[in-house]
């Protein structure tokens, strides 16, 4: 692609902080992966912070040390990432979408008490794009529920919602760190809570169902293998260390786009901000009409320019055949007709946010 759809931002730092752990004898398990956390954890204000393999690892183990199995459901939203109903599905609990609000893209809290039954155990809230939830009425109806709250949150590592960070809100929040994410450790993600025991609980699954006092032949519970190496740590802990920097240059990449497509009259953008929070762009998604979304998609990529359809919702996925016909999916549906991401990573030069530009406005005028 001549211009991607994303890019890592690699400094000269992350690549000697990896060469540095590289020149040691622990590559796992050691003090790097310690000291990610802590920053991860700092950064949230919360007191734990485990690292893991990849966000669905993430999500998983929030399932699994919550004891949401067999028959549970869980309410997520449809239009999100698939891994969001696969972490229930690994433990045999249920999702149940429920349909977003074509404003923000993401759950509609109006639609969730209609989704709730005896079986109701959580609701899964995913901040979708970096877009933080509606969370004080997500809350608000947990509580009256008696349900759990998981953030979905890795597309939202430092947003802000009402003071408080994606992620630190809920019972347990989860971030993603694959090379399209703000921060990146190449693969990896992080689990963060303020329980302590929930906290442990994830640690020991993390490691093969090992306790803190167990050897490593001692195997306490059925655990997974959902650890990350301390080089990957080295480079998400670096990648850290710069994240106020990383979403700067992410919002100013967001507002060159909109300064150059607010006027155009076939185009839904993205709301540049959101009351009272801080969005921690991870996508820029644009809406064109629906019936011209591909074959503008399609001209794009020919043109060399990374695009894609973010989402394509859960429930038409061949993985979900049993969900298929739901009929309350209604804006999902439509929204993710017209959906369009534009190419965005930290370092997109202006020169190359106007080709994008030009491109898609000449396609939107000629018809395609
Ligand atoms: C909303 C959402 N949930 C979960 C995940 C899973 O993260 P990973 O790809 O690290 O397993 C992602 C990452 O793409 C995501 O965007």
Not at 24 to 42: D, I, K, N, Y
Not at 310 to 317: D, R, T
Not at 333 to 358: Q, Y
């Amino acid at each position: 692609m001549k211009i991607p759809l994303s890019a890592p931002d690699i400094t000269e730092a992350e690549i000697e902080a990896v060469v540095a752990v590289l020149r040691t004898s622990r590559l796992s398990l050691g003090p790097v992966t310690e000291q990610f956390e802590a920053q991860v954890a700092a950064s949230v204000s919360l007191p734990h912070a485990i690292a893991v393999s990849s966000g669905t690892a993430g999500l998983h183990l929030c399932i699994r040390a919550l004891g949401i199995g067999e028959g549970d459901e869980v309410i997520v939203p449809s239009f999100t990432f698939i891994a969001a109903a696969n972490a229930l599905r690994y433990e045999r609990a249920l999702p149940v979408f429920v349909d977003i609000e074509a404003a923000t893209l993401n759950i509609d809290p109006q639609r969730i008490e209609e989704a709730i039954t005896p079986r109701t155990r959580a609701i899964m809230a995913v901040h979708n794009f970096g877009v933080p939830a509606e969370m004080s009425a997500i809350l608000e109806i947990a509580a009256r529920h008696g349900l759990v709250v998981i953030e979905d949150a890795c597309e939202a590592i430092g947003a802000e919602y009402q003071g408080r960070k994606a992620g630190a809100i809920g019972y347990a929040g989860v971030f993603a760190f694959y090379p399209n994410k703000q921060i990146t450790t190449g693969e990896g993600g992080m689990v963060v809570t303020a329980d302590e025991t929930l906290a442990r609980r994830i640690r020991a699954l993390r490691n093969q169902g090992r306790y803190e006092t167990d050897d490593w032949f001692q195997h306490s519970e059925l655990g997974f293998n959902y650890r990350i190496s301390d080089i990957n740590c080295a480079l998400g802990l670096t990648q850290m260390r710069r994240l106020e920097e990383i979403l700067r240059k992410r919002e100013t990449v967001a507002a060159a786009y909109h300064q150059r497509l607010s006027h155009h009259p076939h185009l839904t953008l993205p709301s540049l901000a959101v009351i009272g929070g801080r969005i921690s762009w991870f996508v820029y998604v644009v809406r064109l009409p629906a019936a011209r979304r591909d074959a503008i998609m399609r001209r794009m990529l020919d043109a060399g320019i990374g695009c894609s359809r973010y989402f394509a919702p859960i429930h038409l996925q061949p993985s979900y055949a049993a969900w298929r016909d739901l009929g309350n999916l209604a804006v999902t549906e439509a929204e993710a007709k017209r959906t369009l991401a534009l190419p965005f990573f930290n370092n997109l030069e202006i020169e190359a946010i106007d080709e994008v530009c030009d491109v898609l406005e000449e396609l939107l005028k000629t018809g395609y």
